[in-house]
């Protein structure tokens, strides 16, 4: 069984900051993308930023130079530093990622984390 467990979500204003990280752990061969959504009261879920394996990112516009996601491939751990946070970032943000858990299984299959709550006051 494969877990993806979030930690670091919290109470800020506006403007300051925020880290999450997130950890992968059981049975894993290998991990494709991972990445960070989030869902405000609402609204869909969106993606906020991903990366791949091999470090290339993708952000949403709306985040686009406030936040930064990593990831350490070693330690199955991906994180988001999220800077200058803006009330419109309050939502729960749910780590997810693509994990063969077998060599000789063909397709990554995803997987969500249980999410961390975020809220930023004006």
């Known amino acids: 069984q494969v877990q993806l467990l979030e930690s670091g979500g919290g109470s800020v204003q506006s403007g300051g900051s925020l880290r999450l990280s997130c950890a992968a752990s059981g049975s894993i061969f290998s991990i494709n993308a991972m990445g960070w959504y989030r869902q405000a009261p609402g609204k869909e879920r969106e993606l906020v930023a991903a990366i791949t394996s091999g470090s290339n990112t993708n952000y949403a516009d709306s985040v686009k130079g406030r936040f930064t996601i990593s990831r350490d491939n070693a330690k199955n751990t991906v994180s988001l530093q999220m800077n200058s946070l803006k009330p419109e970032d309050t939502a729960v943000y749910y780590c997810?990622?693509?994990?063969?858990?077998?060599?000789?299984?063909?397709?990554?299959?995803?997987?969500w984390g249980q999410g961390t709550q975020v809220t930023v006051s004006s």
């Open positions: 997810n990622a693509d994990i063969k858990q077998h060599i000789f299984v063909r397709y990554y299959t995803t997987i």
